[in-house]
């Protein structure tokens, strides 16, 4: 279980641990699956993610509610700060 707000004593880790084999994408050139992140805190570090399947359609798992298939819509588009892909 992890604690409550690890996200603020580690707020780079994601950024800080991208493998090489992975190629940061902007959102208007995703493809599927490519992986989305998302700025939720708006501190500018990614701190959710989901799958992006095309068509501006993402698999992720909402805080408090089961995985999802959802339409991105204009807020969760302006919380993605990059998409991953492997190269």
Not at 26 to 39: A, H, M, R, T
Not at 49 to 61: A, D, S, T, V
Not at 70 to 84: D, T
């Amino acid at each position: 279980k992890r604690e409550n707000e690890w996200y603020n004593k580690t707020p780079n880790k994601i950024n800080e641990n991208i493998p090489p084999c992975l190629e940061k994408i902007k959102l208007e050139d995703g493809q599927k699956n490519d992986i989305v992140l998302f700025d939720m805190l708006n501190n500018g570090m990614p701190c959710h993610m989901g799958i992006y399947l095309g068509n501006n359609i993402i698999l992720h798992h909402p805080r408090y509610k089961l995985s999802t298939i959802e339409l991105l819509n204009k807020p969760q588009k302006e919380k993605v700060i990059y998409l991953l892909r492997w190269n």
